[in-house]
């Protein structure tokens, strides 16, 4: 079974602290993706990287960088949280056909930023 | 890019009802329509996909449907059961926007016993 981790289920910060949420995947997927889920608003696409030291962005990307140094792990980097960065954020990875390809995803970090 | 709009956001049926939940989108270049239902406190999960060269697709109690001319999707799961209550994404991948799929707001189907 793939398996997608993230460092933490649970995350409270403070305005103007640096962030950082880790995805870990075990199934060698070349395709990983951060998401920000919110009520209402669905999925919506922060960054991807098709490729270590790869990435784009996706449809939500101010405020926010990533990292992916190794291929098993990415990295979503908040410079100075701030109170609307307030959500759930999803990892997510798949194989290099991307999105012809099954999606699979960590449990979710609920991020919390006061 | 695409735009995928989900309809309805909520939805409440009786147990054995069947439901329905449609989507659209703009880009005519989309070719892979999945759908993930995710439970409550769970990762989203794959659980049934079309591709634009097939108008149906069935697994058991829950089937797709994908009109290339209207440029809109659905999902039917009858006789639904409580276990089926949970939030369910559709989504859209177009080649052109690289690896990713653009996902609908989410339908929060509820089914009472």
């Known amino acids: 079974d793939v398996k997608v981790t993230q460092s933490s289920r649970y995350l409270v910060k403070r305005t103007g602290e640096k962030v950082f949420l880790e995805c870990v995947q075990d199934?060698?997927?070349?395709?990983m993706f951060w998401y920000r889920q919110d009520p209402g608003l669905g999925l919506r696409l922060i960054y991807f990287?098709?490729?270590?030291?790869?990435?784009e962005k996706g449809d939500i990307p101010e405020g926010y960088s990533v990292s992916r140094e190794k291929k098993e792990r990415f990295s979503l980097i908040l410079e100075s949280a701030s109170t609307n960065q307030t959500s759930m954020y999803l990892c997510?990875?798949?194989?290099?056909?991307?999105?012809?390809?099954?999606?699979?995803f960590g449990p979710g970090t609920r991020l919390t930023v006061l | 890019g695409e735009n995928v709009e989900q309809h309805p956001s909520t939805l409440s049926v009786q147990e054995g009802d069947s439901a329905v939940i449609k989507c659209t989108y703009s880009?005519?270049?989309?070719?892979?329509f999945p759908w993930y239902k995710q439970e409550l406190g769970k990762r989203p999960q794959l659980i049934i996909d079309?591709?634009?060269?097939?108008g149906e697709k069935k697994d058991q109690r829950i089937a797709v449907t994908l009109n290339k001319t209207a440029k809109h999707f659905s999902l039917h799961i009858t006789e639904t059961q409580p276990e089926d209550s949970a939030v369910y994404f559709c989504?859209?991948?177009?080649?052109?926007?690289?690896?990713?799929?653009?996902f609908g707001e989410g339908t929060q189907l509820t089914v009472n016993p």
């Open positions: 997510a990875s798949s194989l290099a056909t991307g999105g012809l390809n099954e999606q699979f």
């Open positions: 199934m060698d997927h070349e395709n």
């Open positions: 990287s098709y490729d270590v030291k790869m990435k």
């Open positions: 880009d005519s270049a989309s070719n892979y």
């Open positions: 079309i591709r634009s060269n097939v």
């Open positions: 989504a859209a991948y177009t080649r052109e926007m690289g690896s990713r799929l653009t």
